[in-house]
């Protein structure tokens, strides 16, 4: 069983910063693993932002890339999103994925493990 708990969402006016973090416990977790972010909107499908890999290769979606930054301290076990200079169109639930034992090909993957999630609201 893998948990994977986020945090740091909030509020914040357009063109601001949050940070956010996902601590992941859990027999089969291994910092090594594939782990990434994904967001969803009201009434929009969930979509993943960012991604990283065993050796720390990142990929992004288009709209985030330059803005977003994803990033993980193994020894911690958590994993970050800095997200900078925030637009509304960036408001949405996000979430936290890690898939055990798969270390590449962590982009567009149909991840099996997923946090709870931390809301992000961006305004005018």
């Known amino acids: 069983q893998v948990n994977l708990v986020e945090s740091g969402g909030g509020s914040v006016q357009a063109g601001g910063s949050l940070r956010l973090s996902c601590v992941a416990s859990?027999?089969?977790?291994?910092?090594?693993?594939?782990m990434g972010w994904f967001r969803q909107a009201p009434g929009k499908e969930r979509e993943q932002v960012a991604a990283?890999?065993?050796?720390?290769?990142?990929s992004y979606e288009d709209s985030v890339r330059g803005r977003f930054t994803i990033s993980k301290d193994k020894a911690k076990k958590t994993l970050y999103l800095q997200m900078n200079n925030l637009k509304l169109e960036d408001t949405a639930m996000y979430y936290c994925t890690t898939q055990p034992d798969r270390r590449f090909g962590c982009w567009k993957y149909d991840y099996n493990y997923w946090g709870q999630g931390t809301q992000v609201t961006v305004s005018s």
């Open positions: 859990g027999y089969s977790y291994s910092a090594s693993d594939c």
């Open positions: 990283i890999d065993t050796d720390g290769n990142t």
